[in-house]
């Protein structure tokens, strides 16, 4: 059965982020969304209908779209949409991460990886996983490999470019990260930790710059201390 079109109000269709395939759920690309808003407001209409299952009318592409779209018009907006049958929430969740992938704003590394993830805890075969993000199955392996740790529970996680040297030793020693390891990835984004530093260093050099009070001066004694120990194991 083919697609069908149908109009509907905004307010009707629903985000569900179970079915959202970037690796930070329940936040949307501001902008992404800021850029949309000037579409409409510019009187012109989106390339592309935003896309939701035909039975719940949960959205499959277009969470950033409709977003828009109550922005400017508020919860009497409307849109047509297309209407699709799925046979069970695995597929759209693998036609989410397709659409996703191939649209305007492209899945990440990291968030390939966490939907990836995702799929295998679902015993979702790598083939199908592969396809969905455009990509044969050895590179879809070896990047969720590359780019994500184990954590103490057994589950694996995805990481950001920042923990490239973490993820490379722990897969050489085999182990778990640990409760602080872990929480580097959960918080760090994409910029390297060297990348930080230096902005550190450069801050701490132009004096005036930095408010030293009472907290700040705490974290920079931690800091020295774990410089301190950092520098007396390493051998350079």
Request: charged content about 30%.
């Amino acid at each position: 059965m083919g697609d069908k079109t149908k109009t509907v109000k905004v307010l009707e269709l629903v985000q569900d982020w179970k079915l959202w395939p970037r690796h930070e759920a329940g936040k949307l690309d501001s902008t992404n969304v800021s850029k949309l808003r000037e579409i409409l407001r510019s009187g012109r209409a989106f390339s592309t209908r935003i896309i939701v299952d035909a039975v719940s009318l949960r959205i499959i592409d277009g969470f950033h779209r409709s977003r828009a779209l109550l922005d400017v018009y508020g919860k009497e907006a409307e849109t047509e949409v297309v209407l699709r049958e799925y046979a069970d929430d695995i597929e759209m969740r693998i036609e989410a991460a397709h659409c996703a992938n191939t649209g305007s704003l492209q899945l990440t590394p990291k968030d390939m990886v966490h939907f990836a993830l995702g799929m295998r805890r679902d015993h979702v075969p790598w083939p199908r996983i592969a396809e969905a993000l455009d990509m044969d199955v050895e590179r879809c392996r070896t990047l969720v490999e590359g780019r994500s740790i184990r954590t103490r529970d057994g589950q694996r996680i995805a990481t950001s470019n920042a923990a490239t040297v973490l993820v490379q030793h722990l897969n050489e020693t085999g182990a778990p990260a640990d409760a602080e390891q872990e929480h580097f990835v959960r918080t760090a984004n994409g910029s390297p930790p060297m990348m930080h530093a230096r902005m550190l260093l450069s801050a701490l050099r132009a004096y005036g710059s930095i408010e030293y009070d009472e907290k700040t001066v705490a974290v920079l004694k931690e800091l020295a201390q774990a410089i301190a120990e950092i520098v007396a194991k390493v051998k350079v």
